[in-house]
């Protein structure tokens, strides 16, 4: 991929400075940490540096790729995991509890599972079947593609691609020229696109949701799609499922885990303040509270989803309240969630507007999460 750098005189001084050399030396240790499968203490000390870095180490995407977690709905016949739609959310939120850019990347990079039964058969074997496999991109139809032999001319730019520079390949939507009623997706490979990094959200900052652009770039038709005709005999159970519910899905279990991460450090931070105070009592019910409400949110949201799994599987179809009903629920949720956090950051100081500090990043990663188009709020 061609890149269109900025120099972050402050980020390159804080990594060399601060963050670089206590990552290295964790990053030395990092055979004996997955053997031990001790993952999650080693992605949260490279949190600030993916942080600050602005993407996942080499380290972490080869642990992804050997894991297949971006493989998570992919068949097994394209080596992915085939997870059933429960099983692969929880995986979405154990991984963002980890971390929210790491999560973020998982299920963003797991949810172009989905494309599958859309390409033609030959491209989806060519593109899916490789292990480091994923897909960055963008539904907003922003380019246009004029039909020529064999293909299309296509130019336009996508923001908020997640994952944009590590992807192995780029899906976006173009209106055809002289066609502007018909709409087709267009897969461009890592080559053929420039990233614009201008992604400069406040939370999620590890996530490299950039624009991607092209300039008069030859896509032949045989790497073009569209998501309402299926194309080959790949997939199972999860490609048939309502996309819209699934992606709202997808990103509440992302919330839920970023939620539950939240709950961690701000116990931790209560436990250090009562070590040095052990008159502090001011948090204890709050947090208290708020761990059973999120225990309660993440009981209802993954019973809801096994209903719908399991009516989606026994090959009902969803009725229009049951879509509502999932859609209502994972809205909830998230904004339960949003606001069990901003009510407990009340209660812990001053170090919880710190930038640097933990828990700040937890909290901005999880209300960056919740801005995403599929989480608004319901009028």
């Not at 979405?92 to 971390?99: E, I, N, R, V």
């Not at 390409?119 to 897909?135: M, N």
């Not at 080559?191 to 950039?210: M, N, R």
Request: net charge negative; proline share 4%.
């Amino acid at each position: 991929m061609k890149f269109n750098s900025r120099v972050k005189y402050f980020h390159i001084f804080y990594l060399q400075n601060t963050i670089t050399p206590c990552y290295d030396e964790r990053k030395r240790k990092l055979v004996t940490i997955l053997r031990d499968q001790d993952v999650t203490a080693f992605i949260r000390e490279a949190s600030a540096w993916i942080e600050v870095s602005g993407s996942l180490p080499d380290e972490i995407l080869d642990y992804i790729y050997k894991t297949k977690l971006f493989k998570l709905f992919v068949p097994k016949s394209l080596n992915g995991l085939e997870m059933s739609l429960p099983d692969g959310l929880y995986e979405c939120q154990k991984a963002s509890s980890m971390d929210g850019s790491f999560g973020w990347l998982v299920t963003i990079g797991s949810g172009g599972g989905m494309f599958v039964p859309y390409f033609h058969s030959q491209t989806a074997d060519e593109l899916f079947s490789p292990s480091e496999a994923v897909i960055a991109g963008s539904g907003s139809p922003s380019g246009v593609a004029e039909p020529i032999a064999g293909g299309f001319l296509v130019s336009g730019e996508w923001k908020y691609c997640s994952g944009a520079n590590h992807a192995t390949m780029v899906t976006a939507n173009c209106l055809i020229k002289g066609k502007t009623d018909d709409m087709l997706a267009m897969i461009f490979l890592p080559e053929e696109v420039e990233i614009k990094e201008d992604w400069q959200a406040f939370g999620l900052k590890g996530t490299g949701s950039h624009t991607v652009m092209v300039k008069d770039i030859f896509v032949p038709t045989e790497r073009t799609f569209s998501i309402f005709k299926r194309e080959n005999a790949f997939g199972y159970e999860v490609h048939s499922f309502p996309f819209q519910q699934f992606s709202e899905a997808s990103f509440t279990a992302v919330c839920l885990g970023i939620g539950e991460h939240f709950l961690e450090e701000a116990e931790t931070i209560y436990k250090e303040k009562r070590a040095k105070n052990p008159t502090v009592t001011l948090i204890s019910d709050p947090l208290k509270k708020a761990m059973e409400n999120h225990h309660l949110l993440e009981g209802q949201f993954y019973l809801m989803v096994k209903q719908m799994w399991e009516k989606h599987t026994s090959g009902s179809a969803l009725s229009e309240d049951d879509l509502a009903k999932m859609t209502g629920t994972c809205l909830h949720t998230v904004q339960a969630v949003i606001d069990s956090a901003n009510q407990l950051l009340r209660h812990l100081g001053m170090e919880a507007i710190m930038e640097t500090s933990t828990i700040n990043r937890i909290w901005r990663d999880l209300l960056t999460c919740g801005q995403h188009e599929f989480l608004k709020p319901s009028s």
